[in-house]
């Protein structure tokens, strides 16, 4: 396997996204560019860009297109990046964003934009499942034979649904993606650097889909 890829990975939350963009970034030997991750670092490291992203979210404002370009632009000309490639995760999530990705990646442009697909049940299902420990954050899934309460094994703090993990609260959350997501879709699809993965499976299976064709469009 030769190290290097250029790829966006876009997929419904619960698909499982996060999970196989680790496992992508050590195959190819390239970075995971989690937007939020990039955004709070910014912020941390107080960049003039993370400062005018502070001063919009202190605000209650969404991060405009230009600001967040802006800071992709920073991190693809880090040495890791612009040496190897990249899987963005989380950016671009409008055609404006798409648009500048383009014309930053100029000569090295991007290999595919694969859409991780798990149907809307399925993701539902999953994170309707989904418990935490308030105390220490460890993840858990309810199977429905836990005894009550919950106790964690890790810390012994108390198992809980996150209060924005409801059926009610999931399926507006996939219903702003699937609307955020929509224009993207028919972007990447226009010029054929859309592929779409089945995301149903073990992560091993899965993991060979993605590969298989992320390798398809990089030869």
């Excluded at 400062?51 to 991060?63: R, S, W």
């Amino acid at each position: 396997m030769i190290p290097g890829a250029r790829l966006i990975i876009l997929g419904r939350q619960g698909a499982g996204k996060g999970t196989q963009c680790v496992r992508l970034s050590r195959h190819y030997v390239v970075p995971h560019v989690s937007t939020g991750d990039m955004l709070r670092g910014a912020v941390r490291h107080r960049t003039e860009l993370g400062v005018m992203a502070k001063e919009v979210m202190d605000a209650g404002g969404l991060v405009g297109d230009e600001i967040m370009v802006g800071l992709v632009d920073d991190r693809l000309r880090r040495p890791d990046a612009s040496t190897r490639g990249y899987i963005l995760d989380g950016f671009p999530r409008t055609v404006t964003q798409a648009s500048g990705l383009d014309e930053l990646v100029g000569e090295r442009p991007l290999h595919v934009c694969v859409d991780l697909d798990v149907p809307r049940d399925v993701v539902l299902a999953r994170i309707s499942a989904r418990r935490v420990c308030r105390d220490c954050g460890t993840n858990y899934t309810a199977t429905g034979g836990e005894r009550q309460p919950w106790i964690c094994e890790v810390c012994g703090g108390d198992v809980m649904q996150r209060g924005d993990d409801t059926p009610d609260a999931v399926n507006r959350r996939l219903d702003l993606y699937e609307e955020q997501t929509a224009p993207l879709i028919e972007f990447y699809g226009r010029d054929r650097r859309l592929a779409k993965v089945d995301g149903v499976g073990h992560p091993d299976e899965v993991f060979h889909r993605l590969t298989s064709t992320i390798d398809h469009y990089r030869t």
